[in-house]
C-alpha cells in the first residue's frame, strides 16, 4: 500500500499523534491506556523540562487519510554525552501489521539520525529513564501496567525484519503476597534496623512526604546511575515530577526509611494497580475518570511497584529488606494478593535477588533495539 509519512507541527496534529494507539488497541483486553494528559505533557515542549536537553520529532503514518502509524525521534545530547554514543532514539511506536508502515516509519527515524551525523537508532526509550521504555517481546497475554509499553505480537517481529537487534531486555515478575512476612526477610529486616540505627518514616498524609521528595530523586539519580541509557534529572524535572506525581501518592504505599541523623536512607515507591481503572476510563481522568482511580485505591487485590532505591554507602546492607518487610506489612492490610514488579534490568541480578523469599514467576520481558546505521544506508 502507498504509505505517506505526516510530521506533527500543530497542536491538533499532536493530539492526533497520541490519540492513535487508542483506536489500534480499542478491543485488546491486555492494553492499558496511559493518561492521555500526561503524555501530552511529556511530548509539549513547552511543558516537558527534558526538551532543555533534548530534541524532538513526530511522524503519523497514513495511509490515504487513514492514521496507520506512528513513531518518535527523540535526540537525548546529555545521555550521549554521558555514555560517549552518538545515538536517536525512537519511542512512541506503533502501526498496524503492515510491514510497508513500519519499514516506512523506521526508515525516516533513520534518515534523521544520519541527517543529525549519529551512528545508530536506538529503542523504544523516551525522553528519560522515567518515560516508557523497552518493547514487550514476552507475555503478550498479561495485563499491562501504568508504567510499561503494551504492544502486539508482531511488534518484535517488524524490528528483526528490519534489521534491528537485541540492545538490553528488562525482565518483570508477578510476586505472590504471603500471609505473613516471610520470617528471614523479616529477621535481617529487624536486624538492620538495629544495627544500623535505622527507622521507618511515619507520616499521616501526601503532605507529609513532601519535604522528602527531593530526597527520593537525589537517590534515584545515584542508584540508577550506571543503569542503561539514564541521566541526572535536572532541577526543574525534579520539580515538574513532585508536581505531577506526589498528589496521587499515598504514604502507606511509599516506605521510606531514616538515618540517625534523620537523612534519607532508601525509598520504595509502590501503588495499587490502575490498569483496570485506566482500561474502564480509557486513559481520562475528566469528567468521571478519577472515580474509577479512586475506587482502585479504594479496593484492590493487586499492586504495582515502581521504584526502589537505597543510598549507595548502605547498598549490600540488608537494608532494601526493612523495604519490603514494610510493604509486605501494608499489602496484607490492605487485601493486596499480587504484585508487579515492573521492568528490572536483566543485568540487575541484586534487584532480582530480593524476590528469593517470595514466591513469584517471571511472567514478562521487554527489550529495546538497536541498528547501526552508515552514512548512505542501514
Not at 244 to 269: C, H, K, S, T
Request: proline fraction near 6%; charged fraction near 30%.
Amino acid at each position: 500500500m502507498a504509505i505517506t509519512l505526516h510530521e506533527v507541527t500543530s497542536r491538533r496534529d499532536l493530539k492526533r499523534f497520541v490519540r492513535f494507539p487508542y483506536g489500534l488497541y480499542r478491543n485488546d483486553p491486555f492494553w492499558v491506556p496511559p493518561l492521555r494528559a500526561d503524555e501530552l505533557n511529556t511530548l509539549r515542549k513547552d511543558r516537558n523540562p527534558a526538551f532543555e536537553y533534548c530534541e524532538a520529532w513526530y511522524w503519523i503514518a497514513y495511509h490515504g487519510k487513514r492514521p496507520v502509524g506512528r513513531i518518535a525521534a527523540i535526540l537525548n545530547r546529555k545521555a550521549n554525552e554521558k555514555w560517549r554514543k552518538k545515538e536517536l532514539r525512537f519511542g512512541w511506536f506503533d502501526f498496524i501489521d503492515d510491514p510497508d508502515v513500519s519499514r516506512a516509519l523506521l526508515r525516516t527515524v533513520e534518515n534523521k539520525a544520519r541527517a543529525l551525523g549519529l551512528d545508530a537508532v536506538h529503542g523504544p526509550l523516551g525522553f528519560t529513564d522515567m518515560d516508557y521504555e523497552g518493547m514487550l517481546i514476552e507475555g503478550f497475554d498479561e495485563l499491562g501496567t501504568l508504567a510499561t509499553i503494551y504492544n502486539y505480537p508482531y511488534y518484535p517481529v517488524h524490528l528483526k525484519k528490519n534489521g534491528y537487534a537485541k540492545d538490553i531486555d528488562w525482565m518483570e515478575y508477578e510476586v505472590k503476597v504471603p500471609d505473613s512476612i516471610p520470617e528471614k526477610v523479616d529477621r535481617i529486616a529487624r536486624i538492620v534496623e538495629k544495627k544500623l540505627a535505622l527507622t521507618l518514616l511515619r507520616v499521616k498524609n501526601a503532605k507529609g512526604l513532601l519535604p522528602y521528595a527531593r530526597g527520593i530523586f537525589e537517590i534515584l539519580d545515584e542508584t540508577y546511575a550506571h543503569l542503561y541509557g539514564t541521566v541526572p534529572l535536572t532541577t526543574r524535572q525534579v520539580d515538574n515530577y513532585i508536581k505531577q506525581y506526589f498528589g496521587f501518592v499515598r504514604p502507606e504505599f511509599v516506605p521510606v526509611v531514616l538515618d540517625r541523623n534523620g537523612r534519607m536512607a532508601a525509598f520504595g515507591i509502590t501503588m495499587p494497580s490502575f490498569s483496570r481503572a485506566l482500561q474502564k476510563n480509557r486513559g481520562r481522568l475528566w469528567p468521571f475518570g478519577f472515580l474509577s482511580m479512586l475506587q482502585a485505591f479504594r479496593r484492590n487485590d493487586r499492586a504495582d511497584l515502581y521504584l526502589v532505591g537505597v543510598r549507595p554507602d548502605l547498598q549490600g546492607k540488608g537494608v532494601n529488606a526493612m523495604l519490603i518487610a514494610e510493604m509486605n506489612r501494608v499489602f496484607i492490610q490492605k487485601g493486596i494478593r499480587l504484585v508487579e514488579t515492573n521492568p528490572e534490568l536483566e543485568t540487575n541480578l541484586r534487584v532480582q535477588s530480593q524476590w528469593e523469599y517470595y514466591e513469584r514467576r517471571q511472567h514478562k520481558r521487554r527489550r529495546v533495539f538497536i541498528k547501526r546505521i552508515g552514512p548512505d544506508g542501514p
